[in-house]
């Protein structure tokens, strides 16, 4: 599989520039109560996935010296794993005061819970926050206190106010949900000076105008749509979506006895290959009209014409095919306002003397 990776920002990014002994005065540490955000149930799922693949592991190491074989212990795994996530679950960390902190904890209530993890909000924070994080001399750090978990935030004063209105958008994100269609183009070289793109390069396009123009020069190029998977989506969760054919091959024939008879024939092996598209996806809501998108395609295609090869059979020869499948990946991040997109080029290795071109669209739609 080849990967492709590309990260790019539509829009404007802010920056403060303050001199050391100014940040000192500006900063200030915040509290955030961020329980209502986290999706707890699959943060558990994936800690006893990480604690199963540890046993695999130390059950694989160890099973060479032990009496019980490998293959055994397995099914003792999963029920190990969920009783040390099931103890671990009820320990919280008391780091803090809690009289101190009373007046900072919310009621405990079921949220939208977009996020996998504290590791992952706090990922989002620091990519899309305005202005932007500086490690060197900001922080953030996630405590427990009883039930909640709370967020330590040493930041300027702008990046708190963005941090407020961050979090109270994500208290409405049950209120839509976005579409993200991904369609994949082939095309000559040539064909990419028509659209503004170079070889293996992106094109930002923020709005629905800039995506119909780019349609159109696609439409008097008459490049050929291969194929164009959409996906609807609540904000926070990972989506996919898979669009496959199914091709059947002859792969490899062997001699076989079959009754009455005995009789000896050649019986055919016959394998199937997929060749489609996949498409990840998850979005995000991160400012007034600001979207960061994660997508991940994947574009597989038989090569043709298929190879094929003749071997012996029996005193007959016969033939079978040696198809070669050739996989195109894009994994990008991207920043959006409602209705914009991006325009991709990637090297086709099906065919090395076109190019495949992928465009992503971007909409949010409100569900009450």
Same mark, same amino acid.
Not at 74 to 100: C, F, H, I, N, Y
Not at 205 to 221: D, P, S, Y
Not at 267 to 289: A, F, H, M, W, Y
Not at 295 to 308: A, D, L, R
């Given at each position: 599989?080849?990967?492709?990776? !590309?990260?790019?920002?539509?829009?404007?990014?802010?920056?403060?520039?303050? &001199?050391?002994? *100014?940040?000192?005065?500006?900063?200030?540490?915040?509290?955030?109560?961020?329980?209502?955000?986290?999706?707890?149930? /699959?943060?558990? $799922?994936?800690?006893?996935?990480?604690?199963?693949?540890?046993?695999?592991?130390?059950?694989?190491?160890?099973?060479?010296?032990?009496?019980?074989?490998?293959?055994? $212990?397995?099914?003792?795994?999963?029920?190990?794993?969920?009783?040390?996530?099931?103890?671990?679950?009820?320990?919280?960390?008391?780091?803090?005061?809690?009289?101190?902190?009373?007046? /900072?904890?919310?009621?405990?209530?079921? @949220?939208?819970?977009?996020?996998?993890?504290?590791?992952?909000?706090?990922?989002?924070?620091?990519?899309?926050?305005?202005?932007?994080?500086?490690?060197?001399?900001?922080?953030?750090?996630?405590?427990?206190?009883?039930?909640?978990?709370? !967020?330590?935030?040493? &930041?300027?004063?702008?990046?708190?106010?963005?941090?407020?209105?961050?979090?109270?958008?994500?208290?409405?994100?049950?209120?839509?949900?976005?579409?993200?269609?991904?369609?994949?183009?082939?095309?000559?070289?040539?064909?990419?000076?028509?659209?503004?793109?170079?070889?293996?390069?992106? &094109?930002? &396009?923020?709005?629905?105008?800039?995506?119909?123009?780019?349609?159109?020069?696609?439409?008097?190029?008459?490049?050929?749509?291969?194929?164009?998977?959409?996906?609807?989506? /609540?904000? @926070?969760? *990972?989506?996919?979506?898979?669009?496959?054919?199914?091709?059947?091959?002859?792969?490899?024939?062997?001699?076989?006895?079959?009754?009455?008879?005995?009789?000896?024939?050649?019986?055919?092996?016959?394998?199937?290959?997929?060749?489609?598209?996949?498409?990840?996806?998850?979005? !995000?809501?991160?400012?007034?009209?600001?979207? @960061?998108?994660?997508?991940?395609?994947?574009?597989?295609?038989?090569?043709?014409?298929?190879?094929?090869?003749?071997?012996?059979?029996? $005193?007959?020869?016969?033939?079978?095919?040696?198809?070669?499948?050739?996989?195109?990946?894009?994994?990008?991040?991207?920043?959006?306002?409602?209705?914009? @997109?991006?325009?991709?080029?990637?090297?086709?290795?099906?065919?090395?003397?076109?190019? !495949?071109?992928?465009?992503?669209?971007?909409?949010?739609?409100?569900?009450?």
């Amino acid at each position: 599989m080849i990967s492709f990776l !590309l990260t790019f920002t539509l829009g404007t990014s802010m920056s403060v520039s303050v &001199l050391p002994d *100014q940040a000192a005065q500006e900063h200030k540490l915040e509290l955030y109560s961020i329980e209502e955000f986290i999706d707890t149930t /699959f943060e558990q $799922k994936r800690m006893i996935e990480q604690r199963m693949a540890i046993d695999l592991l130390n059950v694989a190491l160890a099973s060479n010296s032990e009496e019980m074989p490998f293959l055994e $212990k397995l099914p003792l795994l999963g029920v190990t794993a969920l009783m040390e996530a099931d103890a671990k679950s009820d320990q919280r960390e008391m780091g803090l005061d809690s009289a101190a902190l009373s007046t /900072f904890l919310l009621a405990s209530e079921d @949220g939208p819970q977009p996020f996998q993890g504290e590791k992952d909000l706090l990922e989002y924070l620091t990519t899309y926050m305005q202005p932007g994080f500086d490690s060197s001399n900001q922080s953030l750090k996630i405590q427990r206190h009883a039930d909640d978990r709370l !967020l330590l935030a040493y &930041l300027l004063p702008e990046q708190h106010k963005w941090m407020t209105e961050f979090l109270e958008i994500q208290r409405q994100c049950g209120n839509w949900q976005a579409m993200v269609s991904a369609s994949v183009y082939v095309c000559a070289p040539e064909n990419l000076k028509e659209l503004g793109l170079e070889k293996s390069r992106a &094109l930002a &396009l923020g709005t629905a105008a800039e995506i119909e123009a780019v349609r159109e020069k696609m439409a008097r190029a008459k490049m050929e749509l291969l194929t164009s998977p959409k996906i609807l989506t /609540f904000p @926070g969760k *990972q989506s996919e979506v898979v669009v496959m054919n199914q091709m059947s091959y002859l792969a490899d024939w062997r001699i076989v006895t079959v009754y009455p008879g005995p009789v000896e024939i050649a019986d055919p092996d016959i394998k199937i290959l997929e060749e489609g598209t996949k498409l990840k996806t998850r979005v !995000l809501q991160v400012g007034s009209n600001a979207y @960061g998108l994660s997508v991940s395609i994947e574009y597989s295609e038989v090569q043709k014409p298929i190879p094929t090869r003749t071997m012996t059979v029996g $005193k007959e020869e016969r033939l079978i095919s040696l198809p070669r499948m050739k996989s195109n990946q894009l994994e990008t991040t991207l920043t959006l306002p409602s209705g914009g @997109g991006g325009l991709f080029s990637l090297s086709n290795k099906a065919d090395p003397e076109k190019e !495949l071109v992928v465009l992503i669209e971007f909409q949010p739609v409100k569900t009450n």
